[in-house]
């Protein structure tokens, strides 16, 4: 078990759930049979289904990637919001009117914290890319060429989140403009 993983995925809530609830749809969609439907757990799998192996390349394939695409597309609004009015239109933390805490701030740091929570949270299980990379294995040479890139993507991604790197990419990625901004 990763600690670090496990602890950067509590701080990382509403992502993690979100995570853990599109994959256990899909999971239901596939008829995959689950083994332990909770998401919040204190190991490896906490924002994580625990389920049977799928049985298809493309089950696996929906199964790595569109959660993490849905986490995306859910996060980019969020992130060009917050950055948006933080950056653009100049909100600061404290409002000159009244002397206290700007509500538009807490606005904007909602909308970062959301964005942050989903973007760290886009990719499965070792395990998960591990399967996958065995399903591709069994199929044609065509095949195997036209899932390298994605396979590849989601094995690295599953690694770089299993040992915290990509939440500190995700982390970079959104404060350095934000402290630039000040």
Same mark, same amino acid.
């Given at each position: 078990?990763?600690? $670090?993983?496990? $602890?950067?995925?509590?701080?990382?809530?509403?992502?993690?759930?979100?995570?853990?609830?599109?994959?256990?749809?899909?999971?239901?969609c596939t008829r995959t049979p689950?083994?332990?439907?909770?998401?919040?757990?204190?190991?490896?799998?906490?924002?994580?289904?625990?389920?049977?192996?799928?049985?298809?390349?493309?089950?696996?394939?929906?199964?790595?990637?569109?959660?993490?695409?849905?986490?995306?597309?859910?996060?980019?609004?969020?992130?060009?919001?917050?950055?948006?009015?933080?950056?653009?239109?100049?909100?600061?933390?404290?409002?000159?009117?009244?002397?206290?805490?700007?509500?538009?701030?807490?606005?904007?740091?909602?909308?970062?914290?959301?964005?942050?929570?989903?973007?760290?949270?886009?990719?499965?299980?070792?395990?998960?890319?591990?399967?996958?990379?065995?399903?591709?294995?069994?199929?044609? $040479?065509?095949?195997?060429?036209?899932?390298?890139?994605?396979?590849?993507?989601?094995?690295?991604?599953?690694?770089?989140?299993?040992?915290?790197?990509?939440?500190?990419?995700?982390?970079?990625? $959104?404060?350095?403009?934000?402290?630039?901004?000040?």
């Amino acid at each position: 078990m990763s600690v $670090i993983r496990c $602890i950067l995925t509590f701080l990382t809530l509403p992502g993690a759930y979100a995570h853990a609830f599109a994959e256990h749809v899909l999971l239901k969609c596939t008829r995959t049979p689950v083994e332990d439907s909770a998401y919040l757990q204190r190991n490896e799998l906490c924002g994580h289904v625990e389920h049977k192996p799928v049985r298809s390349l493309g089950a696996g394939l929906a199964l790595c990637m569109a959660p993490g695409l849905l986490a995306a597309a859910l996060s980019v609004p969020m992130l060009w919001a917050g950055m948006l009015f933080l950056r653009q239109w100049g909100v600061t933390l404290y409002a000159i009117q009244t002397g206290g805490v700007s509500g538009l701030f807490v606005v904007c740091a909602a909308l970062l914290y959301l964005a942050f929570a989903l973007l760290c949270n886009l990719f499965p299980t070792v395990e998960d890319a591990l399967f996958l990379s065995e399903a591709r294995r069994e199929k044609s $040479i065509p095949i195997r060429l036209l899932t390298a890139l994605p396979v590849l993507f989601v094995r690295i991604g599953a690694w770089c989140a299993r040992w915290g790197v990509w939440h500190l990419l995700c982390a970079a990625s $959104i404060l350095c403009p934000v402290l630039i901004s000040f």
